[in-house]
């Protein structure tokens, strides 16, 4: 072939691979091999679009053009504006975007500061950094107002909720009664005496995330009464709730209204501060459970708030001292999609949470029987057990995997649907003001009765029963920032980045009891990471193999090192130590049986690891000739076509 020849064979070449990216960019046709549907619009988003009547444009504003930008978000900027393609495709027209690239001094920049995009300044070369969404409907505007890479995967949970936040002119209004500082801790004159440079707690993540798609209305424990105009209660971790409070809810949830309920009988929260709140001011430490027993037993629940429960293949690796290796705590359960309700909206397609010191759940046969469903959201593995719940004071891994014997599968949270009977059946509780008053007035109003007519009572007369859904989850702490987030420092200021599908769980639940069930089925994408559910039931069966022979071992030991220190320390009335040749003997005698045991101890300890160990070296065995075989077969496959 001729030079010119190649040189248009290599031309064409290049302009058709030109095309076919060109031509790949744009045609709708996408394939999304990803086991979540990472890259797939989820058929929730494809309502909402649906639900679209006013056109809205969307601004997508990053810097591509400042020097020093990693590659990292330039990838994910483009990441970015191909699923804002996706979005404008899907809506039929309804969507405009706009991909701006603000220049430093320009119109374009003004423009991203004035719809409150956040300026991110680079530690390399100081430039500053615009990376976010803006949307805007008629006279509405809202705004994302920077991208993060962390948080890919809930990128079309957070457009989403942008375009159904553009949208809704009246946020619902959630009630939230509530004994953890969930909306941050208030200034306490005494604290700050006491703690004069230390910054006061900030609301919780999940705070911050209801109040995006709701309005919150703290309702305190002590209120005889509901705030008007709620369309859903929260109630997170109740304590000393007042009685007319709880007739209240009661009232609410026959009324129709969805109640989400967190009870907890272990509160990693509630033991923290009651111990610091202990040593600083001398106070007992407070109540780490809560209950709703009145509530619960007509609503057909047994629940337990003095037994936590434990689960051996859902273990947490927690680290147990600076020089002690990492254990597997059963308390701390670490659920995955196989833990989760797949047809439930709350459950549905999530992949991680994480649990702490839960209780469990179970519906009343009776209540089963008059109408009420119970839809079993999140379960343990029949590798589940209780223990008391005053056990755990001070919390030992060790100690509670000893004490912790599996029954079978325990429930953590359910859902409850039908019609309900009142916990009241007298109607609404007397207050101590009515009951003093009663006595005095009572002729007064007898008197007053025959000339006065009349008059109909403004008060609603009582519900005996009405059709509820009713959520219940047998943990609190999962809500918190310390088992759901991480944060981290983002081009100089602080990020949030979930570490588990806890939000995701929460933003759910908050969805559905106020009506914005689009959203629900936007986080399934939330972790990327798949739990190596092999090697978790492996280290779950080893530890249940071995922990009663080395439960026996540990205790074996504490005794001769007692026996042993018993001797060591007779001494004469000179501070000596009598050393007999019997006794002597017997001394070392118990030497020699404490380091066979603890050498025993550690073949035992060795033992847990053996058939793991053994899997990982069969997996980098066969990842290291796995290939070579595959070219070799594909070589003598070859060779013998030839022949042939």
């Known amino acids: 072939m001729k030079t010119g020849s190649k040189i248009t064979a290599i031309l064409l070449v290049l302009v058709a691979l030109a095309l076919v990216n060109y031509l790949a960019a744009r045609l709708p046709l996408r394939v999304d091999a990803t086991a979540g549907g990472i890259y797939t619009l989820s058929p929730g988003t ?9 056109p ?11 020097s020093g930008l990693p590659t990292s978000y330039k990838n994910y900027a483009s990441r970015v504006q191909e699923l804002l393609r996706q979005y404008v495709r899907a809506s039929s027209g309804k ?40 949307a805007i409907q008629a006279d509405q505007e809202k705004n994302i107002p920077a ?16 375009l159904h936040g553009v949208q809704v002119l009246d946020k619902p209004r959630l009630g939230l009664i509530t004994s953890l500082p969930l909306a941050g801790q208030q200034p306490d004159m005494r604290m700050m005496m006491m703690q004069q440079r230390q910054r006061m707690p900030a ?36 304590q000393d709730l007042s009685e007319n409070l709880e007739y209240a809810i009661d009232q609410f949830a026959l009324s129709g209204h969805p109640v989400l309920v967190a009870l907890d009988p272990s509160s990693i929260h509630s033991r923290l501060s009651g111990s610091q709140q202990a040593m600083m001011m001398g106070m007992p430490p407070q109540n780490l459970s809560s209950d709703l ?59 991680s949470i994480w649990l702490v010191e839960p209780g469990s759940l179970s519906l009343d046969p009776a209540a089963a029987a008059a109408g009420i469903t119970a839809t079993t959201l999140i379960e343990t593995t029949d590798q589940a057990g209780e223990i008391s719940a005053n056990t755990l004071m001070m919390p030992d891994p060790a100690a509670f995997s000893r004490q912790l014997v599996p029954t079978g599968k325990k429930i953590l949270a359910l859902q409850l649907t039908g019609k309900f009977k009142t916990a009241f059946p007298d109607g609404a509780p007397k207050t101590p003001d009515t009951d003093a008053t009663t006595t005095a007035d009572a002729a007064t109003t007898t008197d007053a009765a025959k000339d006065t007519p009349a008059t109909p009572n403004a008060s609603p007369a009582p519900l005996k029963e009405g059709d509820a859904t009713i959520i219940i989850v047998a943990d609190t702490d999962w809500l918190l920032d310390d088992f759901s987030i991480r944060r981290f420092n983002f081009l100089g200021s602080e990020a949030v980045q979930p570490s588990n599908d806890n939000l995701s769980l929460a933003n759910n639940l908050a969805d559905i009891i106020t009506g914005s069930t689009d959203l629900v089925t936007l986080r399934g994408k939330a972790n990327t990471e798949r739990p190596f559910t092999v090697v978790r039931d492996m280290q779950a069966e080893a530890q249940k193999k071995y922990q009663a022979k080395l439960g026996e071992l540990e205790t074996r030991l504490a005794e001769v090192q007692a026996k042993l220190g018993e001797l060591m320390g007779k001494t004469t009335e000179g501070n000596r130590l009598v050393a007999t040749p019997e006794m002597q003997k017997t001394i070392e005698d118990f030497q020699k049986q404490e380091l066979e045991m603890r050498r025993e101890r550690r073949e035992i300890r060795r033992s847990l690891r053996e058939d793991i160990d053994a899997l990982e070296y069969k997996l980098a065995a066969l990842n290291l000739l796995s290939m070579p075989a595959i070219i070799l077969l594909a070589a003598l496959l070859f060779h013998r076509s030839r022949r042939k």
């Open 95 to 134: 969507i405009t975007l706009n991909i701006i690239t603000p220049q430093p001094d320009t119109p374009e920049e003004e423009r991203a500061a004035a719809a409150g995009l956040q300026a991110q300044t680079l530690s390399a070369t100081g430039e500053t950094l615009y990376f976010g969404i803006v």
């Open 293 to 351: 027993p009145r509530l619960l037993k007509t609503w057909g629940v047994a629940y337990n708030p003095a037994s936590v429960v434990g689960d051996f293949k859902l273990a947490t690796l927690v680290g147990t001292g600076p020089n002690s290796p990492p254990e597997r705590y059963p308390g701390w359960l670490s659920l995955d999609a196989a833990n989760l309700n797949p047809a439930a909206r709350p459950t549905a397609q999530l992949n």
């Open 56 to 66: 809205v444009t969307l601004d997508f504003y990053f810097s591509r053009d400042v």
């Open 147 to 162: 991208l993060t890479p962390q948080r890919e995967a809930f990128l079309e949970y957070d457009i989403s909720q942008l």
């Open 203 to 238: 609301p919780q993540v999940v705070h911050t995330e209801w109040s995006r798609s709701c309005e919150i209305v703290p309702i305190e424990p002590s209120a005889t009464e509901l705030p008007a105009n709620l369309a859903a209660l929260a109630i997170i971790h109740p």
């Open 46 to 54: 494809k309502a909402l679009l649906a639900k679209i009547e006013t």
